[in-house]
Each structure stands twice: as C-alpha cells, then as structure tokens.
T-cell receptor
C-alpha cells in the first residue's frame, strides 16, 4: 500500500490549453474525491465517486471540468480551456466506506499554474 | 449550509509547550463528524483526530485532544508537548452524517519555536 498517488505534481500551462490530472487511490478503496485548494484557503469539494459512479458534483465544477473513474480504479480530472482562476492545487483522496467510519487518505496534490 | 470558521490565521508555540487551535462551525444537522487535519509542507493532508457529534467524550490521540462543545458549536484542538514536527497548517473540517464531502475551514499556520 503506497498511499494515494497523484500525477503530475506540478503543471504549468497557458491559458486556453487543456490539462488532465490523474489520481491512483489506495487499492480496494471504493470512494474517490477531488478537492481544489487555493492559496490561504482550505480545500473545497469538487466531486466524488463511489466505484465508477460519480455521485455528487459541486457547483464549483463548471462545464469546463470533467472527471472520470473508469472501472472504479484510477480517476482523471480534465480542465478544458484553462483560465487563470483555475490556478490551484488539486487534491485527490480515497476511502473505504465502512458504515460511518469513513477515513479519507489524501494524495500530495497537483499544483496547477495557468499563465 | 454548513460553515467552518477558523479565525486565527497563525499561531506560535514554544517546543514542549501546549497550544490550542480554535474552530467554530455552523450546522442544523444533529448527526455529524468533526475533524482536524494537518498539512505539512509536503502538502499531504493527514488526519489528526476525529470526533463524532453523538459522543459526549472528547476524542484523544496521544498528544492531541479536542474540546468539543456541541451547544456552542466549538471544536478546538489541543496539542500537548509540542514538537518541531508539529509545525504545519491545521484545518478543521466538518462532515454531515448523511453526506460524504468534507467542508474545511481556512486553516491556521502553526509554527513551533525551538
């Protein structure tokens, strides 16, 4: 068990470009979450999956954002036509839901800079 | 809507001393969970301690304990015998029992003086 892995750790892109981030959860974890964290703020919920089903999306997740979790394993978060306001750290977390005793394990995040 | 407020942006503590980090929250739910997470420079969020709202007893994990005041909607974290490795950002977080997403506060930067 190597923990939650996110790739890349850093991404610099030009405004208008598309970017894709990957998250590999802890194996056998059935839930996977995406959060966004801007400087000086706490993480904000974006979306989460239970297995391959996307169960909830925040209103923060505009139509330029799309997330997938094919086969209930790794997940990707794509941002189309990036804007400077998309610059943030994107955190992934996974958990194994056991009744109410859900403990989230976070990855180290992908830092996105949009120039 | 649930909100989590951490009004202190920074705190400093002398090594081996005790420090308390404050957090208040607002909710109309009766079933919920409260958490403190630590985010060191490596950026990885690490769960420090968790409290179920239905439990009256304050949670404790080694040097970390909470003061959960349900009526006042207050959830403070006490760190005893502070160590240099405790220096990090600390986030208070809330989760409604029937929901899965966490709502975080803005965080507090804790520095530990040797």
């Amino acid at each position: 068990d190597t923990g939650v892995s996110q790739d890349p750790r850093h991404k610099i892109t030009k405004r208008g470009q598309n970017v894709t981030f990957r998250c590999d959860p802890i194996s056998e974890h059935n839930r996977l979450y995406w959060y966004r964290q801007t400087l000086g703020q706490g993480p904000e919920f974006l979306t989460y999956f239970q297995n391959e089903a996307q169960l909830e999306k925040s209103r923060l997740l505009s139509d330029r954002f799309s997330a997938e979790r094919p086969k209930g394993s790794f997940s990707t978060l794509e941002i189309q036509r990036t804007e400077q306001g998309d610059s943030a750290m994107y955190l992934c977390a996974s958990s194994l839901l056991l009744a109410s005793a859900e403990k989230l394990f976070f990855g180290s995040g992908t830092q996105l800079s949009v120039l | 809507a649930q909100t989590v407020t951490q009004s202190q942006p920074e705190m400093s503590v002398q090594e081996a001393e005790t420090v308390t980090l404050s957090c208040t929250y607002d909710t109309s739910e009766s079933d919920y969970y409260l958490f403190w997470y630590k985010q060191p420079p490596s950026r990885q969020m690490i769960l420090v301690i968790r409290q179920e709202a239905y439990k009256q007893q304050n949670a404790t994990e080694n040097r970390f304990s909470v003061n959960f005041q349900k009526a006042a909607k207050s959830f403070s974290l006490k760190i005893s015998d502070s160590q240099l490795g405790d220096a990090a950002m600390y986030f208070c977080a809330y989760r409604a029992g029937a929901n899965s997403k966490l709502t975080f506060g803005k965080g507090i930067t804790l520095s530990v003086r040797p």
